[in-house]
């Protein structure tokens, strides 16, 4: 937990986006992108991580992000938000990004170290997230489910949707074994995921 502190302590800061493959940078060490479907939390999520309020762009329009937005992490990490995906009212367009641009995003940038997977506790797991997990592996891609907003609902349902979300993880090859609980608003699961970050960014 002390190596995720430290890394986490360092400033974060936005540095490019890419709406195009030839538009990538270059790499600057490990890669992690946070995917999810949109209004599942990402920015968020991001924001709570490295403590910074308007760190990534809350959106109140579900399916804004239209691009990958790269941020470096005292120069130890680079975390990337990728567009959301399954908004219901999003266009074909959107849905050929993350068959085009994302995959291969996914599959051929050698910096990209792991994929982590946003679900919402509040709502029931839908065939677009089974798809994009299905997406994952194809693309051998490793990647760690996080369950978001776990403040919300109540222990009965969410002891549920946390077995419900290990099980679909230890189903799918390129998921991490464990999945990891989280909330923006409490700071619940923070600190794991924090630790989690830090081991692939080489610290502790």
Known sequence: MEAGRLLFAQ??????????????????????????????????????????????????????????????????????????????????????????????????????QRVVLLLDARVEIKDNDRAVMDLFDKAAVPYLVVLTKTDAPKPPALARKQAEVAALAARHPAAAMQALFTSSQTGAGIPELRAFLAEIAGVG
């Open 11 to 112: 400033p974060c800061l936005f540095f490019h986006a890419a709406q195009r493959l030839d538009q990538l940078p270059p790499a600057r060490g490990p890669e992690v992108a946070f995917a999810g479907r949109s209004n599942v939390g990402k920015s968020s999520l991001i924001n709570a991580l490295t403590g910074q309020n308007a760190l990534a762009r809350v959106s109140s329009q579900p399916g804004r992000t239209r691009q990958l937005n790269f941020f470096e992490l005292g120069e130890r990490l680079t975390l990337v938000d990728m567009p959301g995906y399954g908004y219901a009212r999003a266009g074909a367009d959107i849905k050929a990004d993350w068959q085009g641009l994302m995959f291969d995003y996914l599959r051929g940038r050698p910096a990209l």
